[in-house]
């Protein structure tokens, strides 16, 4: 039987400031301006005659994953709980992992979104699921069941962010697995989550200029667990015509933004020479 094939991007957060925790919520508040990119998983997906699923994770980082409870055997568990599939149809699902797992671009969120939106077959999500999918997979996965570029206003609002333009991202991966729940029980310094939505009518270049204005707050919490990322950073934003760099998520992932191609992989040359033990890749967003 012919296999269905997926591409699960990864995001970036351009920038990302965290609130106190919500009230009667186990969840943070966050504000975030959040773009997909081309750097993407690769997922097969197939209808087999067996008792049960077969989900197989093959590329540079599947010994990463967990392979009894993970966000695709989650998704295909919550998918037939609301009865989106059929209890009697199985499925061979082989995700091939291109993004790195503890890093803050949300690979694993992608993944459980691209195939809850697969089986959705075309139609459209309503919000009541969006939320029952996030409550069981996290809160990640709203974003990636919106729109390639988000202004995440608070933790439950998000809104399109309707831009033509993209940007180069060099991405550094120093082979540091972060975990979400443990940089986010460290982090003490809250950010005020203000409700204006400043980011709607920006240039190219304006935009640009308000996001070096901006921040991770998570950042300094992460640094202080691997202090090589410190160093990363500061490599970026020396590289030639780097607008800014910043980890993204909750790490350990960093970034330089770039505005042209010939000066993001001239950077990722330097950096390549520079850090040759760890992961770098140019991506571009979507």
Request: aromatic share 12%.
């Amino acid at each position: 039987m012919k296999s269905n094939f997926l591409k699960s991007a990864a995001k970036i957060n351009l920038f990302l400031k965290v609130g106190k925790r919500i009230r009667g919520k186990k969840h943070h508040n966050i504000q975030s301006l959040i773009f997909l990119t081309n750097l993407n998983d690769e997922i097969f997906i197939k209808r087999i005659k067996k008792s049960k699923d077969i989900i197989k994770f093959t590329g540079k980082f599947k010994n990463s994953i967990k392979r009894a409870n993970n966000t695709v055997s989650k998704s295909m568990y919550l998918l037939r709980k609301r009865k989106f599939i059929d209890k009697r149809n199985k499925y061979e699902i082989t995700i091939k992992k291109n993004i790195p797992v503890f890093s803050g671009l949300g690979g694993g969120s992608s993944n459980a979104a691209t195939i809850i939106k697969y089986f959705f077959k075309k139609r459209k999500i309503s919000e009541q699921n969006i939320s029952f999918f996030s409550k069981h997979l996290g809160s990640d996965l709203r974003v990636f069941l919106k729109t390639k570029k988000i202004f995440q206003e608070n933790l439950s609002k998000i809104k399109e962010f309707k831009a033509s333009y993209n940007f180069y991202l060099l991405i550094i991966f120093p082979f540091r697995k972060s975990s979400t729940k443990e940089i986010y029980s460290k982090f003490k310094e809250y950010e005020i989550i203000e409700k204006k939505n400043q980011y709607k009518k920006n240039s190219k270049l304006e935009l640009v200029q308000k996001l070096k204005l901006e921040i991770n707050s998570l950042e300094n919490t992460v640094i202080h667990k691997f202090p090589i990322l410190e160093r990363i950073l500061e490599e970026l934003e020396l590289t030639k015509n780097c607008e800014f760099s910043r980890i993204t998520g909750s790490g350990s992932a960093c970034f330089g933004l770039f505005l042209n191609k010939k000066d993001a992989t001239s950077a990722l040359k330097s950096m390549k020479k520079r850090f040759p033990a760890f992961w770098c890749v140019l991506s571009k967003t979507i």
